[in-house]
């Protein structure tokens, strides 16, 4: 499953729904990535994605993790729209036979999302609005895959 949505959501409940019935699977690995507030200079945090394109791109790099670490299942919820400080950004949940390609696995992607999935941030807070672009590490971090 991959999904953007506008609502919050619970990362344990949906942990929780992907866990079940995975009798052949041997490890789940996931991240939760949540907003900072940025010691106060972030009051609201703004994502955009053009629907059906930001999908599709996300789709192609998980059926490029799927295929890489032979995964049982992913699932992907990706918030847009604004979202406070605490609140739960991203959800990525990987199913494999073994820990390793889970762990890489979900690591790879949220690499991915992090620096290129096309989505555009804005920061809200004491000194106004300013757009937000993946750091060097970010992509020093996406680049490790190859």
Known sequence: MIRLTET????????????????ETG??????????????????????????????E???????AHARWSLHDLTILHRVGQIAPGEAIVFVATAAGHRRAAFEACDF??????????????????DGARWVEPSAQDHLDRDRWG
């Open 109 to 126: 992607l949220m690499d991915y999302l992090k620096s290129r999935a096309p989505f555009w941030k804005k920061e809200y807070g004491p």
């Open 58 to 64: 996300i789709s192609r790099i998980a059926a490029e």
């Open 8 to 23: 919050p959501f619970d990362p344990g409940a949906l942990l929780t729904a992907f866990s079940k019935a995975r009798t």
């Open 27 to 56: 490890a789940i690995a996931t991240f939760t990535g949540l907003a900072r507030a940025e010691h106060g200079s972030t009051a609201i945090l703004e994502l955009e994605a053009y629907p059906g394109f930001t999908e599709a």
